[in-house]
């Protein structure tokens, strides 16, 4: 952009590069902006005229609601943005911002006065540079620019104000109390793209903060680290927390040191020494870019130069890569394996993504920083012009990757920007992806997607061709002989070097595949393309924690395989697979032993568009009904139920292992694919029923699902529970058919054989393992329950746990009258008046009995500690039961969390044509929490429960779906600590396991207090 266009106000707009959702859309916003018109005669100007600006204006309005919010909630910020240029505004801004610890009459401001000037500074720029840029009066790269200043001025006026109170309050002796910082030796690093000037719209910042105890401000040196504590404890409270002006930057002081056993505050010394000796390499990278930002800027540079040695080793650190590489596993090289999705991809982490560019970038900073100061560069854009100078890539690899950076940078910025949420995830419906489309100035979502997909490609391609280099410079495994009968020494001598700890034994493997002696190794054109592929996939397995254990389960694979040739080639045309295969065999233990005892399910993984596919109820549904179509009998439906299944979760699987999909996605794809299999069951078991017995008159049944399956929630080993409804004519006695049944019996009969033809094993295996026992009295009742005996039941004996339980409880099969009379029953039920006070000592008393009778093995047991899922669950079940004696039902709650839209309540029934199969009851933990939260917690602590919620749920999936066991550190293949590391967003195990701990704590204190 020039400079020209920053110094042009909007209302001065030639043109509008963005048009409004629909002409209903811009009306809507221009009423609520003309009763702003009366106080705002610039505002009631624009309107009235016929304008770029007024198009431009109502546009972006109607297009991200957060604009709209905030104009009407700070209409004279919307006058500013509209009046005066924006390069001067956001500049005078972050000045006042700067500024705000003191008054005008240079009497230091209150806290709360502090809180107030610095988010009504982030209001006025967030609206500022939003409309700038999707005006295209400034660049992606102006936006970061400025908001990382906004985040300098924030943090500088934030400690100033600290550091001062504190001298005032005789707890510090500054050298300067006019200017707090200065000679303060108080460090504070700005790190990722904060350090960088890289910010994004709603971005975090990271933050480290050290002390330099010589520096004297302490009068007591031995109370430095907690006076310092303190003062970063309530930093980050004027930083982040939600008052009614907003907040001004969420805060994550967790790149510090050792986060899970250090101070908030870390002493100058003892971090310098940490980095000499115990420095991960991951720290390495963060500090590539990391910036003094606020409190003793002078020392913060300082310390940051007594950091080069650690970040850039003086000598070309090739073998630093396959470290840096462990950290960020969830990024290959996929070489065009597949279609690339649109919906739903992840503009940050996902295939030719975002972090492929900084990944890259760092890398090189990384082998070469050391010896070539010029590659030290903190912004990503200026390292691919250091890079192309350094001849380190060509120019035209340099232009096109930051062409590419900046084209995501400004998709990330618009999702951001439509209701100023930390994501980078393309919205899955059309309507919001349009959204997105129109904010980018295209037409539509097809001229967009055409020009995403295009640059992510071009990313992928040049990634692919860069990391084949660096494969170049790392050399050469060695000898790999493997003919004949006797061991070669040098090939046993390459094998232990590549990590293999039974050389002979893995050698005699090999050679079992080249003397053809298993089905898929038997034409010679299959044992070529093998032979091929050994070098690097010893490599790659090699690698891994336990090499030996991997490639056991990658030769019963082979083993199983009733053909290879195809397979063989299409790995060595897709490096992206031989990954994938590799991480199944080396990070999924339960995946693959799956490939080896039914090598089938890894047909799926033939289709090309399988990773650009999204796992929705509708996409299972088709391919449920046409794997059956022509299955009659009723063993053949069953077997055919179990391959189906079991390919399914497989292929849901993969597409979680690889990040094509979130754990949260996945967890609906496999209670869909269970709602739908016990749909096709009960059909199927119904089928046989009215042979054998006839049917009841006026018969009805309904499935409720309940626990993980109703609340949407399952896992790849989770179990179903269920409870099977019935209802008939009153005055049936007994069924129509050649050997009549009683209603009790009949149905009874009906459930004992839904459940067999669920569980029951067979040559294909079993589907689930089904529990009866939240029917009405446990396993003493009844295994089908009449409507009515429910109803009464639920009314007059269930205890407080049970209707805790109906809170989540979900119709997913049967006949659609009774799944809605079902409905109906719970909601009144539920919606009787309760005593909260009761409620809540039950529900403790439920809690501290399960703590007893089954206490957590370890942080790791993220279902069962102080703080875990339990907890989380209770409440939302709290609040469920809470809001439903008020009148709330789950089907008028709002979306939350959902997928569409949609009012979450419409009733999913297996037949699909009748009702949306994307929408579902409001029965899932975060979906109860969205919709209720916010009222009743308040907005902080309900994003506080989501997002444990969504670190416990992810890890939780992670394990089960690779792991038959509990997840133990020790015991894990390194392949699955990389991917639960991956999946909880830290960058190492250490953290994590920090971040678990402190997420523990903090949710068991919340527990407490919401149930007290």
């Known amino acids: ?398 232009r096109t990757l ?193 490939i080896a005892r039914k090598p089938h399910v890894f047909d799926g993984m033939l289709d090309p568009g399988l990773m650009a596919e999204l796992p929705t109820r509708d996409y299972l549904a088709e391919r449920l009904s046409s794997f059956l179509d022509g299955a009659a009998a009723y063993e053949e439906v069953l077997d055919r139920l179990r391959i189906v299944a079991l390919e399914q979760k497989f292929l849901t699987g993969v597409r979680l292992l690889t990040g094509a999909i979130a754990p949260e996605r996945a967890a609906r794809a496999l209670s869909y694919l269970a709602d739908l299999i016990i749909a096709a069951a009960l059909d199927a078991v119904r089928a046989g029923m009215e042979e054998a017995h006839g049917k009841i008159p006026g018969g009805r049944v309904a499935v409720l699902g309940m626990g993980k399956l109703g609340s949407l929630e399952l896992t790849a080993g989770s179990d179903i529970d269920i409870i099977l409804l019935y209802d008939h004519d009153p005055d049936s006695e007994e069924s129509d058919g050649a050997k009549p049944l009683d209603p009790a019996r009949y149905y009874a009969r009906m459930t004992q054989r839904l459940v067999a033809a669920l569980s029951a094993p067979t040559a294909e295996g079993i589907l689930y393992e089904v529990d009866l026992r939240l029917r009405p009295s446990g396993n003493k009742g009844p295994v089908a329950t009449s409507v009515r005996a429910f109803a009464k039941y639920q009314a007059e004996e269930a205890w407080t746990w049970e209707h805790m339980a109906l809170t989540r409880a979900r119709a997913v099969a049967g006949d659609a009258s009774l799944c809605a009379d079902a409905r109906r029953l719970i909601d009144d039920v539920l919606a009787r008046p309760r005593d909260k006070a009761k409620l809540r000592a039950d529900l403790t008393e439920m809690r501290e009995l399960i703590e007893q009778e089954k206490p957590p093995r370890d942080i790791w047991d993220v279902k069962l500690i102080p703080g875990g899922l339990i907890d989380i669950e209770f409440i939302a079940q709290m609040l469920s039961l809470e809001a439903r004696t008020g009148g709330w039902l789950p089907d008028k709650g709002e979306a939350g969390a959902g997928e569409t839209g949609d009012a979450v309540g419409e009733m999913i029934f297996a037949d699909t044509s009748r009702h949306d199969p994307e929408t579902g009851e409001c029965t899932g933990t975060d979906a109860t929490l969205a919709a209720l939260g916010p009222k009743a917690l308040g907005e902080e602590v309900t994003e506080t429960l989501r997002r444990a919620l969504a670190l416990w749920s992810g890890h939780a999936q992670i394990v089960r779906l690779c792991s038959e066991g509990s997840f133990d550190p020790a015991e894990a293949p390194k392949g699955l600590i990389d991917l639960v590391t991956r999946t909880g967003e830290a960058p190492s195990l250490k953290s994590l396991e920090a971040d678990f701990k402190s997420t523990s704590k903090q949710v068991r204190a919340l527990f407490k207090s919401i149930t007290s």
């Open 1 to 398: 952009m020039t400079e020209a266009n920053a110094k042009t106000r909007l209302i001065e707009l030639e043109q509008s590069p963005i048009r409004a959702p629909s002409a209903a859309a811009a009306k809507s916003v221009a009423a609520d902006l003309r009763s702003l018109g009366s106080e705002h005669p610039e505002i009631a100007a624009l309107l009235a005229g016929d304008t770029p600006a007024r198009e431009f204006l109502l546009a972006a309005l109607a297009l991200s609601p957060y604009l709209r919010d905030l104009a009407l909630c700070d209409p004279e910020a919307l006058v500013r943005s509209l009046t005066r240029p924006v390069g001067e505004l956001v500049e005078r801004t972050v000045a006042q911002a700067r500024g705000c610890w003191r008054r005008e009459d240079g009497a230091a401001a209150s806290e709360s006065e502090v809180m107030r000037d610095l988010r009504c500074a982030k209001r006025q720029a967030a609206m500022a540079l939003a409309l700038a840029d999707l005006a295209r009066l400034i660049g992606c790269s102006e936006t970061t620019q400025h908001l990382s200043n906004l985040a300098d001025a924030s943090l500088g006026a934030a400690f100033d104000h600290l550091l001062f109170n504190s001298h005032e309050a005789g707890k510090l002796t500054l050298r300067n109390p006019e200017k707090p910082g200065q000679e303060s030796g108080l460090i504070v690093l700005g790190m990722g793209k904060h350090g960088a000037g890289e910010l994004n719209y709603s971005s975090d910042i990271d933050i480290v903060v050290f002390f330099d105890p010589e520096a004297g401000i302490v009068p007591d040196p031995d109370e430095a680290t907690d006076t310092f504590a303190r003062l970063v404890r309530r930093l980050v409270r004027i930083m982040q927390e939600r008052t009614g002006d907003g907040y001004v930057f969420r805060t994550d002081l967790r790149l510090r040191p050792d986060p899970g056993s250090t101070p908030l505050a870390f002493p100058l010394d003892a971090a310098l020494n940490y980095y000499e000796s115990r420095g991960q390499n991951w720290e390495r990278a963060a500090f590539i870019k990391a910036r003094a930002v606020a409190g003793d800027l002078v020392a913060g540079e300082r310390f940051i130069e007594d950091l080069v040695p650690f970040v850039f080793r003086k000598y070309l650190d090739f073998a630093a890569i396959s470290d840096i590489h462990s950290i960020k596993r969830q990024i290959h090289a996929h070489r065009g394996f597949g279609d690339i999705a649109l919906k739903g991809h992840n503009t940050k982490l996902g295939r030719g993504g975002i972090r492929e560019i900084e990944f890259f970038v760092q890398t090189q900073q990384l082998i070469a920083g050391g010896r070539m100061p010029k590659l030290r560069l903190r912004r990503t854009d200026e390292m691919l012009v250091a890079l192309a100078r350094a001849r380190w890539i060509d120019t035209a690899t340099a």
């Open 402 to 594: 930051a062409e590419s950076y900046w084209y995501l940078r400004d998709v990330e910025h618009r999702i951001q920007m439509v209701r100023d949420e930390q994501s980078h995830t393309l919205p899955e419906t059309e309507s919001e992806l349009a959204r997105i489309a129109l904010m980018m100035g295209e037409p539509g979502t097809a001229s967009f997607g055409k020009t995403y997909v295009s640059v992510l490609k071009r990313v992928e391609e040049c990634y692919a061709a860069l990391f084949e280099n660096e494969a170049v410079l790392s050399g050469s495994a060695g000898n790999l002989v493997f003919t004949g009968e006797d061991d070669d020494p040098e090939t046993l001598k390459t094998l232990s070097e590549l990590g293999f700890e039974r050389p002979a034994d893995i050698s005699r493997i090999i050679r079992t595949w080249h003397y053809g002696r298993y089905r898929a190794t038997q034409s010679v054109e299959a044992r070529e393309r093998l032979t091929e592929l050994t070098p690097e996939l010893l490599r790659v397995l090699g690698a891994t924690k336990r090499a030996d254990e991997a490639l056991i389960r990658f030769d019963a694979f082979i083993a199983g395989l009733p053909a290879g040739i195809q397979l063989f080639s299409l790995i060595s045309s897709n490096p992206g697979l031989m990954s994938l295969m590799v991480t199944i065999m080396t990070a999924a233990p339960r995946l693959a032993d799956v």
